[in-house]
């Protein structure tokens, strides 16, 4: 019924004069100006929080490189001591072997390698001209991986509080990462 009515769907449209047009597009040209101005700012600071957490995870790997030969040391004498208190008759060739398969199932040398070489890699991507943000997150996942991996490893009290700290600092990574294209 109220379709029927005349002019009910009419739409008058009305021209913008030419000097309207030059003004409404030099505002809309400076507000975008501003906005990438703006999200080059934040892209910035950005990018100096992520430099300072991962120095933060790099720093802790090195405190874990530091601390790995005494945490195998305890491991070789926990499990040695563990035999002795056995006090049975064992074949000592046999012994070796498996204390060397089971020290490498501890052994975290591979991950070290690994983190230092993904928080190389995320500085150099971050260093990049090119929107990077998805490159950025998925690296973010790897490094999560060989902490995570370093973490299911330990078997050593600071080394564990290690992984935590590094952990936190990447859960920061990875929350900032939202922010970035």
């Known amino acids: 019924m109220a379709i029927r009515l005349p002019d009910a769907l009419k739409t008058e449209k009305e021209d913008l004069k030419e000097e309207e047009k030059e003004a ?13 101005e703006y999200r080059k700012n934040e892209g910035a600071a950005l990018g100096k929080d992520f430099v300072i957490r991962l120095d933060v995870i790099k720093n802790l790997l090195e405190d874990a490189i530091r601390i790995d030969p005494e945490r195998k040391e305890k491991i070789t004498l926990k499990l040695k001591n563990a035999l002795d208190q056995l006090a049975l008759e064992i ?4 012994l070796e072997q498996e204390l060397i398969y089971y020290l490498e199932k501890y052994d975290i040398t591979e991950e ?16 990049q001209e090119q929107p990077n943000g998805k490159k950025l997150g998925f690296i973010a996942q790897e490094i999560g991986r060989e902490i995570n991996t370093i973490g299911s490893k330990a078997n050593h009290s600071g080394l ?4 935590v700290q590094m952990k936190d600092e990447l859960e920061k990574i990875k929350e900032q990462l939202l922010n970035v294209l």
Request: no cysteine; proline share 0%.
């Open 24 to 36: 409404l597009l030099t505002v809309f040209a400076s507000a975008l100006e501003s906005v990438n």
């Open 91 to 94: 074949d000592q060739n046999r």
């Open 160 to 163: 564990q509080k290690i992984v």
């Open 112 to 127: 070290k390698v690994r983190l230092a070489n993904h928080l190389a890699y995320f500085n150099e991507i971050m260093a």
